[in-house]
């Protein structure tokens, strides 16, 4: 059961592309890992799936369930970092909503807090959109990861490692189409080339006499020759 979809859109920032995305379609018992570099718009992505921020006037989001949004947590009280974190996300998942949009939840926790959320999350009953940066909770979390890169969104099955092997061979998969194409370009130019002079040599060949053309036809049959090559 799809909890959540969208259409493919575009979402510009002023008259600045930030991203394109596909179609997305969230289920029940999805457990996606959102990276991408700072600035490439995975807290406005967040953002926009939660209906906190205007979205297109061509995109349609189409949620069946509640939704939390856990915003980034910049803020730092009378207590430790990790402490006011714990309290900040418990205050979420207390909410227990079929989809829940954690961004970057693990920013000031230790080792202890860290291993507390990641339990948490583990056992969350809904859906989870995650940003982090932590590769390891990333892989003990996911099971499909959505990268933001170059203004696009690429949906990779599986963790984080996961992930990273699927870029190798695309990346690689991607060098040997490239060279591919190279050779194929080169060889069609060459033979381009050799077309032209053919039909250099054509033009040529039809500087004949009127006379000579009118009793031999060759004038017509060079002309047609020269238009072919070209």
């Known amino acids: ?33 959102l990276i991408g570099l700072n600035g490439s718009g995975k807290t406005t992505l967040l ?5 906190i921020r205007p979205i297109p006037a061509a995109a349609k989001i189409i949620c069946k369930t509640t939704m939390t949004i ?8 009378s207590k430790s970092g990790g402490e006011t974190t714990q309290t900040y996300i418990l205050q ?4 227990q909503s079929g989809l829940l949009l954690a961004d970057e939840p693990t920013n000031n926790l230790d080792m202890d807090h860290l291993l507390w959320l990641e339990k948490e999350l583990r056992h969350y009953s809904g859906a989870l959109i995650l940003v982090s940066h932590d590769r390891d909770f990333l892989d003990a979390l996911c099971n499909e990861i959505w990268a933001l890169d170059d203004k696009q969104l690429q949906i990779y099955q ?13 990346e690689k998969t991607h060098d040997q189409a490239y060279r591919k194409y190279i050779m194929q370009k080169t060889h069609l130019e060459t033979a381009f080339s050799a077309k032209q002079q053919q039909a250099q040599k054509a033009v040529k060949t039809t500087k004949i006499s009127l006379s000579e053309a009118r ?11 020269q238009k072919k090559l070209q």
Do not use: C, D, V, W
């Open 1 to 33: 059961m799809y909890i959540l979809e969208t259409n493919s859109f575009k979402y510009y920032l002023g008259e600045r592309l930030l991203f394109k995305l596909p179609a997305l379609k969230l289920h029940t018992k999805s457990r996606i890992g």
């Open 47 to 51: 953002e926009l799936l939660a209906g």
């Open 70 to 77: 856990l915003p980034q947590l910049k803020e730092r009280l």
């Open 92 to 95: 979420a998942l207390k909410q």
């Open 158 to 170: 599986g963790n984080y490692s996961n992930y990273q092997q699927q870029k190798i061979i695309s």
């Open 215 to 225: 009793i031999t036809g060759a004038k017509p049959y060079f002309a047609k020759k």
